[in-house]
């Protein structure tokens, strides 16, 4: 393909000339165009694989950073869970026994009494612990 092909503004005229030479000339054998076809196909293949590892260690990073950051928020606060006295576990019990619902009523019982003395505290909520940095 000559540079007209390409262009529409024509080449300078020694330019021209020097592309007909080039173009005159003897052109490279089919072993060398398939040598170079196959290392640009490797070349392309190296790159695809370094882009995907570039990817997986960007998602390590993170993921290892969310870790971090939950066990560092773990190990600074501590849980409130609601308690109950045995006389209002066994009423608990009871109630739920009588509703003969498909679910084993142990499950029941222990979220029962979870969820039924948290009364207004129903949302978990960390509180921080006094430690590292803190006053």
Request: aromatic share 4%; charged share 25%; proline share 7%.
């Amino acid at each position: 393909m000559s540079h007209d092909e390409f262009f529409e503004e024509p080449l300078p005229p020694e330019l021209a000339a020097m592309e007909r030479a080039l173009r005159s000339g003897p052109s490279p054998a089919d072993a060398l165009r398939d040598r170079i076809l196959a290392g640009v196909g490797r070349e392309l293949a190296a790159a695809k694989r370094r882009q995907f590892w570039r990817y997986v260690a960007g998602v390590a990073a993170v993921m290892l950073f969310a870790i971090n950051l939950s066990v560092s928020a773990a190990s600074t606060t501590t849980s409130r869970r609601p308690g109950m006295d045995s006389v209002r576990q066994a009423v608990l019990r009871e109630e739920i026994e009588r509703l003969q619902l498909d679910i084993p009523t142990d499950d029941l019982v222990r979220h029962g009494v979870l969820l039924l003395a948290a009364g207004d505290e129903l949302i978990p909520m960390g509180v921080p612990r006094r430690g590292v940095g803190m006053p």
